[in-house]
Nanobody, 122 residues
Framework: QVQLVESGGGLVQAGGSLRLSCAASGRTNSNYAMGWFRQAPGKEREFVAT???????YYADFVKGRFTIDRDNAKNTVYLQMNSLKPEDTAVYYCAAGPLGATYYASMYDYWGQGTQVTVSS
């Protein structure tokens, strides 16, 4: 089992920045794909970004140029730097871990964190 714990959410004004962190523990494997998804009220969970060991990264079109995903394999931690935040970025952000090759679909990921709330005010 792998446990994922997110942190760093909060309330920020439009145009501001937040940095989310996700610490993995348990039977961690640095070969896991580590990703972020989000879910706004009344909407389905959607892909935000993911990163593979070796540095390959994938982003949803709506965050390209604003969000950056990074991972520290030594710390079993993945980060999501969010800049130029918009009110429509308001959601619960979830960290996920899955086998190497996991990308855009939630079903590709085996482990999930509890989520952290991000609220962007206008």
């Amino acid at each position: 089992q792998v446990q994922l714990v997110e942190s760093g959410g909060g309330l920020v004004q439009a145009g501001g920045s937040l940095r989310l962190s996700c610490a993995a523990s348990g039977r961690t494997n640095s070969n896991y794909a580590m990703g972020w998804f989000r879910q706004a009220p009344g909407k389905e969970r959607e892909f935000v970004a993911t990163t593979w060991r070796g540095g390959r990264k994938y982003y949803a079109d709506f965050v390209k140029g604003r969000f950056t995903i990074d991972r520290d394999n030594a710390k079993n931690t993945v980060y999501l730097q969010m800049n130029s935040l918009k009110p429509e970025d308001t959601a619960v952000y979830y960290c996920a871990a899955g086998p190497l090759g996991a990308t855009y679909y939630a079903s590709m990921y085996d482990y999930w964190g509890q989520g952290t709330q991000v609220t962007v005010s206008s």
